[in-house]
């Protein structure tokens, strides 16, 4: 088997039988053999019942069908524990993605690359969108030290290897970029065509957004602890030197207004600051405690010529 793709699938039966009917005809032109994995994630359109006619009629077409939805990268490792391929095609299953730029990536990865990215010149999201996204790499990059592309995202291929090392590793925090960039290996980056949304809507709402980019800040970087240990540092330096002014005025005898204002002021500033800290190492906490459970990353239901 030459090649795997594999579409996370959640609120896309509307786009399932055309995208599969476009990937197959430009991996036919390809001469690859190849099977096309399509997980879904409990999605709320009938998904499923899309899958399993498509899974019918092309025993290339294989499915996942998960328990409950568990998320897109979940859903994406379900697929990458199970594909047979030298090479593997991630890929938004809602036709924002092209199957018709998928030959760029192959040209490139014949270069002898074992990850080639597709980066989005053109991204076609709404402006709040791209807004957030960007001001998430920005954090992103300054938490963890890294340098991440704004314009990638899940569009990219994979060779064997390095989906190996991917799917050893089972921590929850699963954004398949930010895996990908840790594992090394030799990387390539391709600019590609971005599509409109054309069926069906974005499941990322603004919670679930924020819930993804504070689960790779957290998941990624100890720098929030560092940073509150810096803002508490500087916090105790200068009421040190706010306290030796004091105490000169004291001992040159100047008067020293008992400060009613000051006093609450600090009392409730650095109670706050407390909280928050004790909040940033609750939220760790939080982390550890989902990591040492070791459930399963995703549960499947039933499965299609797999
Ligand atoms: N997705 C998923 N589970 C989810 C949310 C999304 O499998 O809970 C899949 C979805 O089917 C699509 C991809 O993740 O293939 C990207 O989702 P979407 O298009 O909604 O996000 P956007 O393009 O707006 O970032
Ligand atoms: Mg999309």
């Known amino acids: ?50 899958i399993e006619k498509l899974a019918l009629k092309d025993n290339r077409i294989k499915g996942i069908n998960l328990s409950r939805n568990f998320g897109q990268y979940e859903a994406i490792t379900a697929g990458l524990d199970r594909v047979k391929g030298d090479y593997v095609v991630l890929m938004d299953a809602d036709l924002q993605d092209l199957p018709e730029e998928l030959p760029k990536l192959l040209r490139e990865l014949e270069n002898g690359y074992d990850i080639v990215y597709g980066v989005r010149t053109n991204r076609k999201d709404t402006f709040f969108k791209k807004l957030a996204s960007n001001l998430f790499h920005k954090f992103f990059n300054y938490f963890s030290g890294t340098n991440t592309d704004k314009g990638i995202a899940t569009y990219a291929i994979y060779s064997k290897k390095v989906i190996s090392t991917i799917i050893s590793m089972r921590e929850r925090y699963r954004e398949i970029y930010i895996l990908s960039s840790w594992v090394g290996f030799k990387v390539a980056k391709v600019e590609i065509e971005h599509a409109k949304r054309e069926i069906g809507e974005t499941s990322y709402d603004f919670k679930k957004g924020l819930d993804l980019a504070l689960g790779a800040m957290f998941a990624y970087s100890d720098k929030p602890l560092k940073v509150s ?30 400060g009613w204002s000051s006093l609450i002021v600090s009392v409730w500033f650095l109670g706050g600051l407390i909280l928050s800290f004790l909040g940033v190492i609750g939220i760790y906490i939080g982390k550890i405690f989902e990591e040492v459970k070791a459930r399963p990353l995703y549960i499947v239901k039933d499965e299609l010529n797999l």
């Open 229 to 258: 240990v810096l803002i508490g540092f500087v916090i105790s330096l200068s009421s040190l030197v706010y306290g030796l002014y004091i105490f000169i005025r004291g001992a040159l005898g100047m008067e020293n207004i008992p």
């Open 1 to 50: 088997m030459d090649i795997s793709v594999v579409l996370p699938c959640y609120n896309t039966a509307g786009t399932l039988e055309l995208l599969s009917e476009r990937l197959i005809k430009v991996l036919e032109r390809e001469s690859k053999s190849f099977e096309i994995i399509m997980i879904n994630d409990c999605s709320p359109s009938n998904d499923w019942e899309v």
